[in-house]
């Protein structure tokens, strides 16, 4: 991007951190955002720059351009507000995760550096490089929560099993803790991926091991509730035994919870109140729970997590499944044979397992599916509150989640919201804050050391869609799901002034809350007829029964709990059903 256009990027990154540019900030922009965006995204951005730049914008007082980005952010018109809000989110996270980002200024260490010292990486997977063809029984498609335990299910069960993932494999000898680094090999296109409105940042894993590997590690089993609404096998003994398996496999304990001091703030502030605090169930082992925890949404230097690439997938390969990463799936044909650039694999069946977003696509770009593929889709929208203290708290640091609040959990027919906190590093803390200007943003962010953050995570009722091979996300927050949030918006300003915050900034726009998703759900749903769903209650296709999908998509529903116990519970049953077929 050159001349006028860039001028006119440069000046709005320059508004929104002033110095920014000089840090390479649009650069990095440009490189890892504006070159991943499709051909019509890029259209509307070079639109929207040429305005500004036939408007003499860049020429414009700090002051002047300030008033006019948040006249964008607040417009009526929907367009003004998706630039802003695309704009807001990939400069702000940039400006606070690129390194020479000044952190010093917020008393933030940076990242933590490698250890020489780390634990080795448990597996040898093959790097998709030239013509690959390669003949097995099942060929699992995504190696996160559900396609890692499918994976392991069906290579113990004895057969041929190769495992395709698009991401690369990074274990900690690899994990520095850098946020821009982080997000760039671990995350779902660099953690840029939004609704096509930008009203929800969407993260999600990208590597081998897929979400298991940045995720918080926090395990809750399915509620009663929601097993007894989605029905089918869900009531039965047989996921009651796969929960216990899974819970098993990734030793689910209690036993690190110990509370950092930000989450001691939001207990004290929880039981002033009189409202519920339980301890969070963790996939971890040895965890230090300290400093190194809290850069865990970056991988786990110490080994502690037990993320699929270091359970699901190492029973896998001991039972002979092939492992190919940098293997991005374009087609399943008939056969089925399923095409990854030059890595071809011929295979009886197919287990479709690359999330909520990327499996209904993968579906689409191969024919497959009912009209149910891509519908359903539930994102556990997340808004939050930052609560500023005199003491410093450090929020980087801690055990990732110790605890959790249910008080809302059901506020009508099972819907509501959950309080969950984790650690704040600067970009994710940037991405979640309301940019008002940039004096109110630097100030913001220079107390951020003293401040504590407060989840809201919502169980959504209403749903949105993935459409395209090319998956486009579309969501808008329903009314009734807006209320449940807005409820949860005001009991974390509660909570956090109930512990003695100073100040409470929680992450309401001016038209609608900043919201972010962690968590993505339904697109190919399981059910009892094709009328209803696009999957079989053993999540075979209803069109095509060699294809079996094996991750979040499979949700006949929002869990409302965080997922990843469940969505292994679910291929651990869905991949039993499938090795008992073949
Ligand atoms: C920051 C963060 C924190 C989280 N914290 C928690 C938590 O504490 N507890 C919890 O329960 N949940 C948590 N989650 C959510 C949980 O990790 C995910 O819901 C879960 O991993 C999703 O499992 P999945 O199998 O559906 O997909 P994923 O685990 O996302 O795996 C999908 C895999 O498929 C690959 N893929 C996609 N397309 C293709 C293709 N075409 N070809 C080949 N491979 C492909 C992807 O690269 C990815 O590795 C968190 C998520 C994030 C992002």
Known sequence: MMGRRRAALDAIADTFVPGCVERG??????????????????????????????????????????RVLLAWGDSRVAVRRTAFEGLRRGLLVLSWSLPG??????????????????????????????????????????????????????????????????????????????????????????????????GVGILAGACLGGGT??????????????RSEWGGPFTSEVFSRSLDAVCARLGVNTDHNRLSTREAK???????????????????????????????????RLGAKQSADRTWLVDAAAHGARIVVGA??????????????????RAQKVVVACGAIHTPALLRRSGLGNRWVGRNLHLHPVAGALGFFDEEIRPWEGTLQAIHSDEFADLDGGHGFRYETTAAHPSLAAAFLPWRGSGEHEELMRGLRNAVPL???????????????????????????AAHL????????????????????????PRAPIVHSF??????????????????????????????????????????????VTISAVAHMNALALAARV
Request: with cysteine; charged share 25%.
């Open 519 to 564: 968590h993505q759900l339904g697109t190919a749903r399981m059910g009892g007829s094709p009328e209803l769903s696009a999957c079989d209650w053993e999540g075979a296709l209803w069109d095509a029964p060699d294809v079996v999908v094996c991750d979040g998509s499979t949700f006949p529903t929002a869990s409302g709990v965080n997922p990843m």
């Open 213 to 226: 590997v940045v995720n918080y590690t926090t395990s809750f089993r399915l509620p009663d509730a929601v």
């Open 101 to 198: 980002a000044p952190w010093d200024e917020l008393g933030y260490p940076g990242p933590l550096g490698v250890d020489p010292d780390a634990p080795a990486k448990p597996l040898a997977p093959i790097a998709a490089a030239g013509e690959l063809r390669l003949d097995c029984e099942v060929c699992v498609i995504g190696s996160g929560a559900g396609g890692g335990t499918a994976a392991a299910v069906l290579a113990s069960a004895g057969l041929d099993v190769v495992v395709l993932e698009a991401g690369g494999y990074f274990g900690p000898p690899d994990f520095d803790g850098a946020e821009l680094a982080g997000l760039q090999r671990l995350y779902l296109d660099g953690g840029g991926t939004a609704t096509d409105d930008q």
């Open 266 to 300: 939001v207990v004290l502030g929880l039981e002033r109140l009189g409202w519920h605090v339980g301890r969070m169930p963790r996939d971890v082992v040895g965890c230090d729970q300290g400093r190194v925890c809290g850069y865990c949404g970056y991988g786990c």
């Open 455 to 481: 989840g809201v995570l919502l169980r959504d009722r209403d749903a949105g869609e993935v459409r395209g091979g090319r998956p486009v996300v579309r969501y808008r927050l329903s009314a009734y799901d």
């Open 25 to 66: 900030v649009t650069e990095a922009f440009v490189r890892l955002f504006v070159t991943r965006l499709s051909a019509g995204e890029r259209r509307r951005l070079d639109a929207l720059l040429a305005l500004f730049a036939a408007r003499g914008f860049h020429r414009l007082p700090r002051a002047r351009r300030e």
């Open 328 to 345: 991005r799936v374009e087609r399943i044909f008939p056969g089925p044979v399923v095409e990854a650039g030059a890595v071809t694999v």
């Open 486 to 509: 807005e409820r949860g918006l005001e009991g974390a300003v509660e909570v956090l002034r109930a512990a003695g915050a100073r100040r409470v900034v929680t992450s309401r726009g």
